[in-house]
């Protein structure tokens, strides 16, 4: 990453989690793995990198059972790039979602 992107690394990734999990559908921001013992956690589900003077994200994301993927996948790509671009002085390129499971009820362990 860019040096002057570097110092603000988290934040930015902070942020766009942040917004991403305000969508409806969204059960979480991150990729299911196992812990300690075969306890769930997980992983971070956001990256961010400096292509051409401006910001790529890529989000792994679980959704709520029963929603259009397509739908909310635009939907965080939208929120993401507006709510990034109003709160710093970044552009946003592209905003990559990755719908890595559905939350279907059964494994609320992975829940916040």
Not at 29 to 44: M, Y
Not at 52 to 71: A, F, P, Q, R, T
């Amino acid at each position: 990453m860019d040096n002057d992107v570097k110092g603000y690394e988290k934040i930015l990734m902070s942020l766009a989690e942040s917004v991403a999990s305000r969508v409806d559908g969204v059960a979480y921001v991150g990729i299911p793995a196992k812990g300690l013992f075969g306890r769930p956690k997980r992983k971070r589900g956001v990256s961010v990198e400096l292509l051409d003077d401006k910001l790529v994200y890529n989000l792994s994301i679980c959704i709520d059972n029963g929603y259009i993927v397509k739908e909310i996948a635009y939907e965080i790509q939208q929120r993401v790039k507006k709510e990034v671009e109003a709160a710093t002085n970044f552009k946003v390129k592209r905003v990559n979602v990755n719908i890595v499971d559905v939350d279907t009820g059964e494994n609320l362990a992975y829940k916040h």
